[in-house]
């Protein structure tokens, strides 16, 4: 016996001090960040900078110069006064450094910020990967998208059936004539891990540039991509980044005749079209096979309205349409001649679309008879932003050649630049190209000089300049920015390069900073209250007992934060809940302990008889209590995703450590006091 | 300071009328799920965007509602929590679309520019996710049953194992019929609940088990049923001290907790009084019916034991 408990307090002095040791950087933490804090405010107070610049120029290392720059200074203090907390203030950043791998780290749900789950849009891919794009690999691909998603089946594999059902092999789209079905889909595979591994790379460059500290940024499964910010506070903006597909390209403007061709023509078939009825064809009815996805989100303008039984002719002149979003500007004079120009204005010598017919438009120009008759060579983009004109805002549509002369991945860097001349002032984007860029780029300039060349981004015009002269020099510019944040974002994207194909947000969890903190301190103080509680219930219901389960009960609490100390476990909210729900259960070892005790002293046995038997008999029912209860804990740590898998955590190590005290720990306790004194009663 | 030692009551002898008890909860509780077509699924696992917003002033409901419309979405949930500043807005969105919470927010500054607002919480699941989330949340619990009759069966007898399932199936039915009666909706922490109510009531059954098994052994004389009984209220005090400190801090985060946990916390409250209610009233008593239909079967009156 006596031996035994030698050993048992062995053990148990050397987890107090592995828990100590364990804990002290994240009780230097909390030190550390304090004094930082106040260092923090010191310096907010005495300049004109704000404590998210202060940190920012902290991380850049540049904040003795931001401080000399921004001093305000309060009565009688110097730069100099300024500056020593700036000295203070940076120490303590690079203790903090050292500090706080070691420490329990908090979940984003506790310290704000954002969880985002990013899916590759598969048949996005694909279709670029494709020889020839045609209506059947695109329904082909976008139905397999489909059924693979609400049947949660590989996409591969439904694509593979959809295609040899239909009796098409795949060698039409993709590889070689020669390849069979399975050896192209391993090909497809491959270039599917590919394109995850790029895009994992695409986005760990610009979350690195836009400066977050610490993103965790990890690939899920074979084609998602989570990615993680903590403390962030424009979370929109830093989506913006990370989800823009940021493919460039170079596009010249079409040939004035060949425009002009296609707008008669479309003339010609709405025309056609109109005085036939056959309006459906014109793709005037919502219907969702012809509306292209881009088309959904805009608001809508039904043609019905216009072009339906009733009101054709009760517009009156360019008709400033009512109220109703369910309506088109409209030049009623040139209607019945020209249907497809009525709905288009004249902006500033450019086809401009007014804002409400734009939606029309697209539907017009994606319908299957408007597609039959335009060249193959061309195609319709609107610029990105609309420019205002009177009293109507409006989007530039311009026709463009569909082959790119040059793309975004001849970039060899991109900055933001303060415009001169004609954009003073207006934040520019300066693109340097490649040397195999600059060259291409000199060519097309100097064969198309007094034409315009676009700069489409994801399939919007950013910038149209015309070309004055051969630009020998591989820089060009995008102008037009609205705010230098806009130009600084944009210039991110382009330096980190674009994505293989466009990514989805499928899952995301942001929490503010404020409701972080406000759950650390609801968590903390039912932590406290709860424990509160129940150690003065044990006290009063097995008094001194009672509080030796109580001093195993504080020894729980303590192991548990060293073990999430010790392992790098994040804490979550859910954690926290985990944490409290084991103040409750973790006593319960010991209740089963106590209620044995008091049955074998009513028996008649002596106190440490009691003890031992009760002890004895109470280990096997804890043991096969807490075996079950962690079977299911275990489960769900295997099941959960983040949150949940916080919680599991949490109560798996507290089922555990609290075996290990309500057991072990209390028994050196209870053995250290009958071993001294012969006790007649135990206070039990 | 002791209560409820010595007790003596007849718990076998009163499982009729807790059966029907019983009986009739889950009953109200199918009812209501069948009534309010299945589980009120958040979004989670539906897909969908949430999205608490704290304005600096007060802000009228019906602002942010025609705000949301204007950005397009008619058919989202606004409702305030909290207080007059909090504003929940909630889109069930069925198909993949892009991005919802941004027109939203946008929308919202252009209507109120004057009440600026801090996004306190964000939460978008895609369908396909959501559907994800449902199957992972339907297999855990398989499984976590699945390894209870194992390990339960080997440690004990196979029929206790049926004992604890069933009392579980109780449990776990019964919160669900609550949660649907008051319109509560299931999440993913509510999923975690469920999990821990079924870690819990386990527990606490194990506890009678682990008696039963032993006094099996050492009251031979004494009839199976009267066994069980005994074995009930030796094990009771334990019982209810148990409940006790774990209703205690469930409570406390159930009030202090703060919303995020909130509903989490009362699916607790609701599971340990239902857990601690089940392995007394079921769990124990299946194991007398049991033993009763094989002891008919054998032509032999329920009779001692070896």
Redesign the interface.
């Given at each position: 016996m006596r031996k035994n408990n030698i050993f048992r307090t062995i053990i148990i002095a050397l987890a107090v001090a592995w828990a100590l040791v364990v804990l002290f950087p994240t009780f230097q933490l909390t030190n550390q960040e304090k004094k930082a804090e106040a260092y923090y405010s010191l310096i907010e107070k005495s300049t004109t900078l704000s404590k998210n610049d202060i940190k920012a120029a902290l991380s850049a290392g540049n904040l003795e110069l931001a401080v000399r720059d921004n001093f305000r200074g309060n009565d009688g203090e110097s730069v100099d006064d300024v500056l020593t907390t700036v000295n203070d203030l940076t120490e303590i950043d690079k203790k903090i450094e050292t500090t706080e791998p070691n420490s329990i780290k908090l979940g984003l749900d506790l310290q704000g910020g954002t969880y985002l789950v990013y899916e590759l849009n598969m048949p996005a891919l694909l279709e670029k990967l494709s020889k020839q794009n045609d209506e059947v690999i695109e329904t082909a691909l976008a139905n397999a998208d489909k059924t693979a998603k609400s049947e949660n089946r590989d996409f591969f594999d439904v694509l593979t059936e959809m295609l040899q059902e239909k009796g098409i092999a795949l060698n039409r789209y993709f590889g070689r004539r020669t390849d069979s079905d399975s050896e192209i889909i391993s090909k497809l595979k491959d270039e599917a891990h590919d394109a995850i591994e790029r895009t994992l790379e695409v986005l760990r460059n610009r979350i690195d540039q836009f400066g977050v500290s610490e993103p965790s940024i990890t690939k899920q499964g074979s084609d998602r991509v989570v990615v993680e910010l903590a403390g962030i506070q424009d979370v929109g903006r830093a989506k913006s980044i990370i989800g823009t597909t940021a493919l460039l390209e170079f596009q010249l403007e079409a040939e004035q005749d060949v425009v002009r061709g296609v707008f008669n023509e479309i003339n010609r078939v709405m025309k056609k079209d109109l005085s036939e009825g056959d309006i459906d064809s014109l793709a005037v009815t919502s219907d969702s096979s012809v509306a292209p996805a881009k088309v959904r989100k805009d608001k809508e303008v039904s043609l019905e309205e216009v072009f339906g039984e009733s009101s054709i002719l009760e517009e009156k002149g360019v008709a400033q349409a009512d109220t109703s979003d369910s309506t088109v500007l409209l030049d009623e004079d040139v209607f019945q001649d020209r249907p497809f120009d009525a709905l288009l204005a004249n902006v500033g010598g450019d086809i401009g679309v007014p804002t409400k017919n734009v939606a029309t438009v697209r539907r017009i120009l994606n319908s299957p008879d408007v597609q039959a008759v335009l060249p193959n060579d061309i195609e319709f983009l609107f610029f990105n932003r609309p420019v205002q004109n009177g009293e109507n805002s409006f989007y530039r549509m311009y026709v463009l050649k569909k082959e790119p002369e040059l793309r975004g991945d001849q970039i060899s860097n991109a900055d933001v630049q303060i415009g001169s001349q004609l954009q003073a002032g207006q934040s520019v984007v300066g693109m340097e190209l490649t040397n195999e860029g600059a060259k291409i780029f000199s060519k097309v300039t100097g064969a198309n000089v007094g034409k315009r060349l676009a700069i489409v981004l994801d399939g919007k015009i950013v910038s149209i300049p015309n070309i004055n002269e051969r630009i020998p020099s591989g820089r060009a510019q995008i102008s037009g920015m609205a705010n230098i944040d806009e130009a600084k974002d944009l210039a991110i994207v382009l330096r980190a390069g674009a994505l293989p194909a466009p990514i989805e947000v499928i899952e995301e969890r942001t929490v503010g900073p404020s409701l972080g903190q406000d759950s650390i301190r609801k968590g903390t103080s039912s932590a406290f209250f709860g424990l509160m509680i129940v150690i003065v219930f044990m006290g009063v219901y097995y008094r001194l007992s009672g509080l030796v389960a109580d001093i195993a009960l504080l020894l729980n609490l303590f192991i548990i934060m060293a073990v999430l100390a010790g392992f790098h476990a994040t804490l979550t909210l859910p954690g926290v809940a985990g944490i409290i729900l084991t103040i409750g259960m973790a006593v319960d070892a010991n209740v089963l302990i106590f209620e044995r005790i008091r049955e074998e002293l009513r028996s008649g046995k002596t106190v440490r008889a009691a003890i031992d038997s009760g002890y004895g008999r109470a280990f096997k029912t804890i043991l096969d209590a807490n075996v079950t209860t962690l079977l299911t804990a275990l489960v769900l740590y295997q099941f959960g995703t983040g949150p949940i898998k916080g919680f599991a955590l949490t109560l798996s190590i507290g089922i555990v450590v609290s075996m290990f005290t309500a057991i072990v720990v209390t028994r050196v306790i209870f053995d250290f006091f009958t071993s001294r004194m012969t006790l007649k009663k135990l206070s039990i | 300071?002791?209560f409820l030692?010595n007790t003596h009551i007849d718990f076998i002898g009163n499982r009729k009328a807790a059966l029907i008890f019983s009986g009739l909860l889950i009953l109200a509780g199918i009812a209501s799920l069948i009534l309010r077509g299945g589980p009120n699924y958040g979004i989670d696992f539906l897909g969908g965007?949430s999205m608490?917003l704290?304005f600096e002033k007060d802000v009228a409901i019906e602002d942010v509602r025609s705000a949301v419309r204007e950005a397009?979405f008619e058919s989202a949930e606004i409702k305030s929590f909290g207080g007059p500043r909090e504003i929940l807005i909630r889109v069930e969105e069925q198909e993949?679309?892009?991005?919802i919470?941004?027109?939203i927010?946008e929308s919202i500054s252009q209507r109120l520019p004057d009440n600026p607002y801090?996004?306190?919480?964000?939460?978008?699941?895609?369908?396909?996710?959501g559907?994800?989330?449902r199957?992972?949340?339907f297999?855990?619990i398989l499984?976590?049953l699945f390894?209870?009759l194992l390990?339960?069966s080997w440690?004990f007898e196979f029929i206790f194992a049926v004992g604890a399932i069933v009392a579980l199936f109780h449990d776990i039915i019964i919160t669900l019929g609550v949660f649907s009666f008051l319109g509560l909706e299931i999440t993913?922490?509510i999923?975690?609940a469920f999990?821990?109510i079924?870690?819990?009531s386990?527990?606490?059954t194990?506890?009678v088990f682990?008696?039963i098994r032993?006094n099996l052994k050492v009251l031979r004389r004494e009839k199976y049923d009267s066994i069980i009984n005994i074995s009930i209220n030796?094990?009771l005090?334990?019982t209810i001290?148990?409940s006790?400190?774990?209703?205690?801090?469930?409570m406390?985060?159930y009030f202090?907790?703060?919303e995020?946990?909130n509903s989490?916390?009362f699916a607790?409250i609701v599971g340990v009084l239902i857990g601690t209610y089940s392995s007394v009233f079921i769990a124990s008593p299946i194991l007398v019916e049991w033993e009763k239909r094989r002891e008919l079967k054998k032509g032999r009156p329920m009779a001692k034991r070896a």
């Open positions: - | 300071m002791q030692t965007t608490e704290h397009g993949a679309q892009s991005e919470s941004a027109p927010q801090i996004v306190q919480l964000v939460e978008k699941v895609g369908p396909k996710i559907a994800e989330l199957t992972a949340a297999f855990a499984i976590a390894f209870i390990y339960v440690r993913l922490a999923i975690a999990l821990t079924v870690g819990y386990l527990n606490d194990i506890v682990d008696r032993e030796q094990s005090s334990r001290m148990t006790v400190t774990t209703l205690i801090v469930v406390v985060l202090f907790g703060g995020v946990i989490f916390a607790l």
